[in-house]
């Protein structure tokens, strides 16, 4: 055997097995940061390739900037009606960008990663389709520095459902996890634009499994498409900042993932994309139990875009370990400025 066979035997050897867990850094913090809406993918009118080298270069810079413990893309990373047989090629491309800069992500689907090719009726459950959800999943997960999982096959099509666990920092013992990512599929292409009832139940489920394990753990939300309640917060929410300069296209039911959340007193707040120029967070709820909805910030270039004055950037979000947890949270735009800063509290 020749020597660089033997290198790639090493390097084949040492692959996603040896992914370290997510930990809080020694200061009880973890910073995430939200890649929302960045539409890669061959071109179509001002997108493809060559505003996708645009995003992948602002998307650099941010995280030599931010220097992330994780990035969570949460949807429409690539456009899949263009790209149908080279779908991972384009998605390969955008997690290069952080693999080389050392961050791990997780991923969930948005409602444009597996559309069907060329519109003509078919979609991705079509006989004949060449990239599907369940697909893109799987890949993903098998690369170097991914998180993602696949979710539970009973929730299908609904693919990207899943607990992602954050541990304590190095040196503190207990499995308990410190932070919890809870991801979720709001669906599109072949799949209806909805947080499935299933979907619901199996977050009640999995998270009283976990609180009867661990007690409450600080929880944290992903998911594409806005829930309904993300109005509601709007007109009448408290500690409203960002900016709404879009419409709030919710998905196609109310399958009461809100009242799900309000009823789970660990969850902080919920991350969302799809609505490219808002990027308010609101908190919104009973009294008792009011969680943080927050929209990202259209990160790359590749998509509709907003009023000049909206440019682009990403949202970045630092948990902080403290007695009483808290986020804290801006947007770094690509010129490295920041905008609107904000603390959650609980
Ligand atoms: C994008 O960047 C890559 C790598 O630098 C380059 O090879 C490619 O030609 C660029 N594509 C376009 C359309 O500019
Ligand atoms: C996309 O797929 C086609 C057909 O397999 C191939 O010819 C083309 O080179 C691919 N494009 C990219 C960017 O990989
Ligand atoms: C999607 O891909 C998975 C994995 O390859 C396969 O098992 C499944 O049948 C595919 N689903 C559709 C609807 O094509
Ligand atoms: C997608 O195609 C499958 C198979 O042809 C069909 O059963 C399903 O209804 C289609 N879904 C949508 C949303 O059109
Ligand atoms: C989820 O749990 C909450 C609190 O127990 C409950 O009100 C809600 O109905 C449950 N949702 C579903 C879909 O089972
Ligand atoms: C950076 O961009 C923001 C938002 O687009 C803008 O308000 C600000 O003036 C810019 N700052 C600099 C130094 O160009």
Wanted: with cysteine; glycine share 10%; charged share 15%.
């Amino acid at each position: 055997m020749t020597a660089p066979n033997v290198l790639a035997l090493i390097l084949l050897s040492s692959g996603a097995a040896a992914l370290p867990p997510l930990r809080l850094r020694s200061d009880g913090s973890f910073t995430i940061v939200q890649i929302a809406d960045v539409h890669t993918g061959e071109g179509e009118g001002s997108w493809g390739p060559k505003v996708d080298n645009k995003t992948y270069s602002v998307l650099a810079d941010l995280l030599r900037i931010e220097h992330p413990d994780l990035a969570v893309l949460t949807g429409d990373m690539i456009t899949g009606l263009n790209v149908d047989a080279n779908a991972t090629v384009y998605w390969d491309r955008l997690v290069g960008v952080f693999d080389r800069a050392g961050v791990p992500h997780t991923a969930i689907l948005g409602n444009h990663d597996a559309e069907p090719f060329s519109g003509s009726g078919k979609n991705q459950s079509s006989p004949g389709a060449k990239t599907n959800r369940t697909r893109l999943i799987q890949h993903d997960q098998r690369l170097r520095m991914s998180h993602t999982q696949l979710g539970p096959s009973s929730l299908q099509p609904a693919v990207s459902v899943y607990v992602v666990d954050v541990l304590p920092s190095q040196g503190q013992s207990g499995s308990r996890p410190a932070l919890q990512l809870v991801h979720l599929d709001s669906g599109g292409g072949g799949m209806p634009e909805e947080l499935s009832t299933e979907q619901v139940v199996w977050f009640n489920d999995t998270m009283r499994a976990r609180r009867s394990k661990w007690g409450d753990v600080p929880t944290l939300v992903f998911v594409h498409i806005p829930l309904w309640e993300y109005q509601d917060a709007l007109n009448g929410g408290d500690q409203c900042f960002g900016d709404a300069d879009d419409g709030i296209t919710p998905t196609i039911s109310n399958t009461g993932l809100f009242a799900a959340l309000e009823a789970a007193p660990e969850v902080m707040a919920v991350f969302v994309g799809h609505d490219h120029c808002n990027d308010f967070c609101c908190k919104w709820g009973s009294q008792t139990h009011k969680v943080d909805l927050c929209f990202g910030h259209h990160s790359g270039y590749g998509g509709y875009d907003c009023p000049s004055a909206y440019d682009h950037g990403s949202r970045v979000i630092t948990f902080q370990q403290n007695q009483r947890p808290q986020l804290i949270t801006h947007v770094r735009m690509v010129n490295a400025s920041i905008t609107h800063p904000g603390i959650l509290k609980y």
